[in-house]
């Protein structure tokens, strides 16, 4: 039979999966919301959202497939079966053009006209994106946490 104090500590632990699982998911929309919401042209942009546990690297692709979806896809599932849980997630992007991107920062007018930006913005997102994104991140947390309430 089990003591109280075990039974708590059944307790504390599936709350506290409960709530990695709710994190970890919302860190995959919120990398998907970011990636959908990048401005396009290559597709390298998209391609270099990353997520990271407790350690923000350096690294950049010139992938254009969008493959950091699912690398962050593993990483969470590897953290998961995992014992101990990251104190840190980060979403990053190292390219030296995303600062451009998000605050439009292009040369205005532009040295050769391309169409791709007004007013030194990218047409595609002349709000930004990171920022927008990043705004709506307890939103998505409580979406996810909502869909899986009776988990």
Same mark, same amino acid.
């Given at each position: ?13 599936? #709350? ?15 990398? *998907? *919301?970011?990636?959908? #919401? ?28 969008? !493959? ?9 599932? +590897?953290?998961?079966? !995992?014992?101990?849980?990251?104190? $840190?997630? $980060? ?7 995303? +600062? ?19 007013? !030194? ?5 002349? %709000?930004? &994106? &990171?920022?927008?994104?990043?705004? !709506?991140?307890? %939103? ?12």
């Amino acid at each position: 039979m089990n003591s109280f104090a075990s039974q708590i500590e059944a307790m504390l632990n599936k #709350a506290r999966n409960k709530a990695d699982n709710i994190v970890s998911e919302a860190v995959l929309d919120l990398q *998907q *919301q970011m990636v959908d #919401a990048t401005p396009e042209d290559t597709g390298q942009a998209k391609s270099n959202w990353f997520v990271e546990a407790d350690q923000c690297s350096g690294k950049t692709t010139k992938d254009t497939s969008k !493959g950091n979806l699912a690398e962050a896809r593993q990483l969470l599932s +590897r953290l998961k079966s !995992g014992k101990s849980r990251p104190a $840190y997630y $980060y979403l990053f992007s190292n390219l030296p053009y995303i +600062r451009v991107l998000e605050y439009g920062l292009y040369p205005n007018p532009p040295k050769v006209p391309t169409g791709k930006t007004v007013n !030194g913005y990218s047409t595609q997102a002349p %709000q930004g &994106f &990171f920022r927008l994104t990043v705004a !709506g991140w307890q %939103q998505t947390v409580q979406r996810i946490a909502e869909a899986k309430k009776d988990e």
